[in-house]
């Protein structure tokens, strides 16, 4: 499992719940899941399975990147 922290302005006590939420909305449009965790719900766990091929791995960390820059871009 990994996990990616999202906070405002690089404050670890600043939770940015808000971007965490979008991203995950905009990825399952593309088909991809993502877990949001945390107690602010600020935090997105990516699990994996152990025999995932390499290619959709990518695939899916694509997605996590270009919605993301999506999702920057337009705040």
């Known amino acids: 499992m990994q996990a990616i922290e999202f ?4 404050d ?7 971007t965490a939420s979008q991203l995950i909305k905009a990825c399952l449009k593309r ?10 719900k ?3 766990r990516i699990l994996t399975p152990l025999i995932i091929s390499e290619e959709l791995l990518d ?6 990147e270009e919605e993301l820059i999506n999702i920057t871009n337009s705040n």
């Open 12 to 18: 670890p006590e600043s939770p940015d719940s808000q």
């Open 31 to 40: 088909g991809l899941i993502l877990l949001s965790a945390g107690t602010n």
């Open 42 to 44: 600020n935090v997105i």
């Open 7 to 10: 906070v405002e302005n690089k």
């Open 59 to 64: 695939k899916g960390l694509t997605i996590i």
